[in-house]
């Protein structure tokens, strides 16, 4: 049974790159044909999608996060990666991984949905 | 952007009881609708994807409904287990989460 687990920082100081790190236990990253994601709760707050990543392919990220998200895989040690640039205190949130599952869909574009969550990490922006 | 609202904000309702969330979404996303239940503390847990395929051993009293704009999910029989908030989202384009629906004893 997959498993994902977030580590990094908790506290990251305003205008810095917050770093967070994905580690999935139970099965090779690089199978199954899955997509990896992150995603983010303010508190208080509802969900808000980062972005998410193929082992091979472009990273599609959150319009309104691109010019400063980027997500990585690293096959080697069965993780993929979280990096926000120049971050201030409305990226304070707790932040998912998630394993993102794709159905086919006979009639028309797949669907895809996260079939497997970590249990999340709280990142607070503080100087 | 594709806007997702659901109703109720919250939701209050006892064991056995049938509940029903609702979610709209600001243009048509066919089916591509998911839902999920979140508790504090927990992994997030996905219940329903493609509008009304049940997740493998989400117990069947969940179930999901609508294309289009609308879209509902319900709960046969309320457990204890099941008071939580719930969230949809939409993956026909960037993808998009409701402000979600906190069901409560």
């Known amino acids: 049974q997959v498993q994902l687990q977030e580590s990094g920082p908790g506290l990251v100081k305003p205008s810095q790159t917050l770093s967070l790190t994905c580690t999935v236990s139970?099965?090779?990253?690089?199978?199954?044909?899955?997509?990896w994601s992150w995603i983010r709760q303010p508190a208080g707050k509802g969900l808000e999608w980062i972005g998410r990543?193929?082992?091979?392919?472009?990273?599609n990220y959150n319009p309104s996060l691109t010019s400063r998200v980027s997500i990585s895989v690293d096959t080697s040690k069965n993780q993929f990666s979280l990096k926000l640039s120049s971050v201030t205190a409305a990226d304070t949130a707790v932040y998912y991984c998630?394993?993102?599952?794709?159905?086919?869909?006979?009639?028309?574009?797949?669907?895809?949905?996260?079939?497997?969550w970590g249990k999340g990490t709280t990142v607070t922006v503080s100087s | 952007d594709i806007q997702m609202t659901q109703s109720p904000s919250s939701l209050s309702a006892s064991v056995g009881d049938r509940v029903t969330i609702t979610c709209r979404a600001s243009q048509s996303i066919a089916r591509y609708l998911n839902w999920y239940q979140l508790k504090p503390g927990k992994a997030p847990k996905a219940l329903i994807y493609a509008a009304s395929s049940l997740q493998s051993g989400v117990p069947s009293r969940f179930s999901g409904g609508g294309s289009g704009t609308e879209f509902t999910l319900t709960i046969s029989s309320l457990q204890p287990e099941d008071f939580a908030t719930y969230y949809c989202q939409q993956d026909y384009t960037t993808p998009s989460f409701g402000q979600g629906t906190k069901l409560e004893i």
């Open positions: 998630a394993r993102v599952r794709r159905d086919f869909n006979n009639s028309g574009r797949d669907y895809y949905y996260m079939d497997v």
């Open positions: 139970g099965g090779p990253i690089s199978s199954g044909g899955y997509y």
């Open positions: 990543v193929y082992i091979s392919g472009s990273p």
